[in-house]
């Protein structure tokens, strides 16, 4: 059975609380990054280089899919190259995609037919999906520097979803990120496969991540994963 953790309710002071400086680029441009967004420099160089290389790929920063008054939130780490990176929709287009939507299919979460295409006509049900990071980092390591800017991004995010009630976050990276983002102490919510924490009425949900590594080396199994909808699926049911 599950533990779940209860923190003191506090949900809007938590992200009042988390609230940093709000980059100049953020207030421009609603809550999602340009496409040409220049805030980490490593990023931006990176990108560049994969759009002289890919000229029809998406390469840059891939906004949220899904409503914002969805109830779920899932948070990844952040696009895979070929991914989302190259299709401009989170988690389309690789392995990782493949296991996230059709696990959402069968849980009520998606309608329509996962084609690894951003025009497949998939649509999310009360459920977002977003990521830690926006611009894809070579060998998928963000640098911590990376992570504490895009968070800028990811608060704005989740302070647009009014009726938001849970968060699913897919490895340690979008875990912490995703604490720092809403004010809390990383005590307050440790990283653990299969983890839950009660913030007010905010539940928050922990996995590994749903990439092709952690499976093929059954950090995470199918089973694992789908568990973890399992439980959002129900809370948000009760
Ligand atoms: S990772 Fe985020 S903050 Fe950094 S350049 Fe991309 S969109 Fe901007």
Redesign the pocket.
């Known amino acids: 059975m599950t533990k779940v953790s209860t923190t003191e309710s506090r949900t809007k002071e938590s992200r009042r609380l988390g609230a940093g400086p709000v980059p100049a680029v953020l207030r421009r441009s609603s809550i999602e990054?340009p496409h040409d967004?220049?805030?980490?420099s490593r990023?931006?160089a990176f990108r560049e280089t994969n759009r002289q290389q890919h000229p029809h790929w998406f390469n840059g920063?891939v906004s949220s899919f899904g409503a914002a008054d969805a109830r779920l939130l899932i948070v990844g780490l952040a696009p895979g190259l070929q991914g989302a990176n190259r299709t401009g929709r989170p988690f389309t287009g690789d392995f990782a995609g493949d296991l996230l939507y059709q696990t959402l299919s069968d849980f009520g979460f998606a309608q329509g037919r996962y084609d690894a295409r951003p025009d497949d006509g998939l649509i999310l049900t009360d459920c977002r999906i977003s990521n830690a990071?926006?611009?894809v980092p070579p060998q998928n390591k963000p640098l911590p520097a990376?992570i504490n800017?895009?968070r800028a991004?990811l608060r704005a995010s989740i302070d647009e979803m009014p009726a938001l009630r849970a968060i699913v976050m897919l490895g340690r990276v979008s875990h912490d990120s995703t604490i720092k983002a809403l004010g809390l102490r990383a005590a307050q919510a440790p990283f653990a496969h299969g983890a839950e924490t009660q913030i007010g009425r905010l539940r928050l949900f922990d996995s590994y991540h749903c990439s092709r590594y952690n499976t093929n080396t059954r950090v995470l199994t199918t089973e694992m994963f789908r568990s973890v909808f399992a439980s959002a699926r129900q809370y948000l049911d009760a």
């Open positions: 990054p967004c220049p805030l980490c990023l931006a920063p990071v926006r611009c990376e800017t895009c991004f």
